[in-house]
C-alpha cells in the first residue's frame, strides 16, 4: 500500500499556477499507476488525472485537459501535478491515489487510504 504527503497548494489569483507534489514512502512507488482527485464541501471527489507505472501514458478529466499536466519522478517516490490557467472552480482540496489505470476513462482509487490533501484556492 503506498502512504501519501500533498503539498503545494495554495491561494493563487485566477489565471495563476501551482505545483503540487505527492511525497509517497514505501518501495514500490513504480509499481503503481497514479492519480489525483479534488473534492470540495459541496460535491464529491472527483477524478482528476491519472498517470501509468512508467508515466508513458496519461489520463485527463475533460474540466482539466489542457491546462493540468500529471507527471512522476520515480526514483524520487514524487509525484506532480502542475496545475496552469487556474480558474474559481478549480478550488479544492486535492488529493492523490494509487489507481487502476485506465486510457479511455477516469481512474478510480486501488486504495482506501487518503493522505491530508493540499487546499488550492483560487480567488482574486
Known amino acids: 500500500q503506498v502512504r501519501v504527503v500533498e503539498s503545494g497548494g495554495g491561494l493563487v489569483q485566477p489565471g495563476g499556477s501551482l505545483r503540487l507534489s505527492c511525497a509517497a514512502s514505501g518501495r514500490n512507488f513504480s509499481s503503481y499507476s497514479m492519480g489525483w482527485f479534488r473534492q470540495t464541501p459541496a460535491k464529491e471527489r472527483e477524478f482528476v488525472a491519472a498517470i501509468s507505472r512508467t508515466g508513458s501514458s496519461t489520463y485527463y478529466a475533460d474540466s482539466v485537459k489542457g491546462r493540468f499536466t500529471i507527471f512522476r519522478n520515480n526514483a524520487e517516490n514524487t509525484l506532480y501535478l502542475q496545475v496552469n490557467s487556474l480558474k474559481p472552480e478549480d478550488t479544492a482540496v486535492y488529493y492523490c491515489?494509487?489507481?487502476?489505470?485506465?486510457?479511455?476513462?477516469?481512474?478510480?482509487?486501488?486504495?482506501?487510504?487518503w493522505g491530508q490533501g493540499t487546499q488550492v484556492t483560487v480567488s482574486s
Open positions: 491515489n494509487a489507481v487502476f489505470y485506465s486510457t479511455n476513462t477516469a481512474s478510480t482509487p486501488n486504495s482506501n487510504y
